[in-house]
């Protein structure tokens, strides 16, 4: 399980699955200087041992996980409230990547947690901002500005095989309206995955399973 852009692991808590089902938590490490997420991706992939292997990605750790695909062998992919093409990302990120304005933009908010708890996890939980302080505890200047660099300019064009794809109907920070082919959740957010996390309980191991 990979987390979202500057989260750590805890945002999985509130998800439990059966027994019969091993979970190791993947933790966000600081990018090598111009190292691209492909590069990036691989040396994560290092650290994912076993058989039967399902990668679960949440946001820009959706994106991570199909990178980390390329290079290990998987029983499946789960993306949450992620995208799984560059068409897919909404149109202010893909005006972005053809004038790279992107390149300008200024991350002090590193220093205000309100600013990048909305960046991450959409303005709808702006009345909950305190809650979300424990999920956001990378925020490296380096690693924040290398994100979005590599989530702006992701160029993939083809989604991969097996993979499922879980998104809110009322994500702000992807917007449904340009997501294809995926499971939409009535009522979800960005931050399905903390706010569902019922429905993540009793459909992940169904959908991993293929049942």
């Given at each position: 399980?990979m987390?979202?852009?500057?989260?750590?692991?805890?945002?999985?808590?509130?998800?439990?699955?059966?027994?019969?089902?091993?979970?190791?938590?993947?933790?966000?490490?600081?990018?090598?200087?111009d190292?691209?997420?492909?590069?990036?991706?691989?040396?994560?992939?290092?650290?994912?041992?076993?058989?039967?292997?399902?990668?679960?990605?949440?946001?820009?750790?959706?994106?991570?996980?199909?990178?980390?695909?390329?290079?290990?062998?998987?029983?499946?992919?789960?993306?949450?409230?992620?995208?799984?093409?560059?068409?897919?990302?909404?149109?202010?990120?893909?005006?972005?990547?053809?004038?790279?304005?992107?390149k300008?933009?200024?991350?002090k908010w590193?220093?205000?947690?309100?600013?990048?708890?909305?960046?991450?996890?959409?303005?709808?939980?702006?009345?909950?901002?305190?809650?979300?302080?424990?999920?956001?505890?990378?925020?490296?200047?380096?690693?924040?500005?290398?994100?979005?660099?590599?989530?702006?300019?992701?160029?993939?064009?083809?989604?991969?095989?097996?993979?499922?794809?879980?998104?809110?109907?009322?994500?702000?920070?992807?917007?449904?309206?340009?997501?294809?082919?995926a499971?939409?959740?009535?009522?979800?957010?960005?931050?399905i995955?903390?706010?569902?996390?019922?429905?993540?309980?009793?459909n992940?191991?169904?959908?991993i399973?293929?049942?």
């Open positions: 399980m987390p979202g852009m500057a989260a750590n692991s805890k945002i999985f808590d509130f998800i439990s699955l059966p027994e019969n089902f091993n979970i190791h938590y993947l933790e966000w490490e600081m990018p090598i200087s190292e691209s997420i492909h590069e990036y991706s691989s040396r994560i992939s290092k650290k994912i041992k076993g058989e039967n292997i399902v990668l679960i990605g949440v946001s820009f750790g959706g994106i991570v996980v199909q990178e980390i695909s390329k290079f290990i062998k998987t029983h499946k992919i789960i993306i949450i409230s992620s995208v799984k093409t560059k068409n897919e990302l909404p149109l202010m990120m893909q005006l972005g990547r053809k004038t790279k304005a992107y300008f933009f200024n991350v590193i220093d205000d947690f309100e600013s990048l708890a909305l960046f991450v996890f959409g303005p709808i939980i702006k009345n909950r901002i305190e809650l979300y302080r424990k999920y956001l505890s990378v925020r490296d200047k380096n690693y924040l500005n290398w994100s979005i660099d590599q989530l702006v300019n992701w160029n993939q064009k083809n989604p991969p095989k097996k993979i499922i794809h879980i998104h809110g109907v009322n994500d702000l920070v992807f917007p449904s309206v340009y997501i294809k082919k499971i939409f959740l009535k009522g979800g957010t960005h931050a995955i903390l706010r569902k996390a019922s429905w993540f309980n009793k992940l191991p169904k959908l399973s293929g049942n």
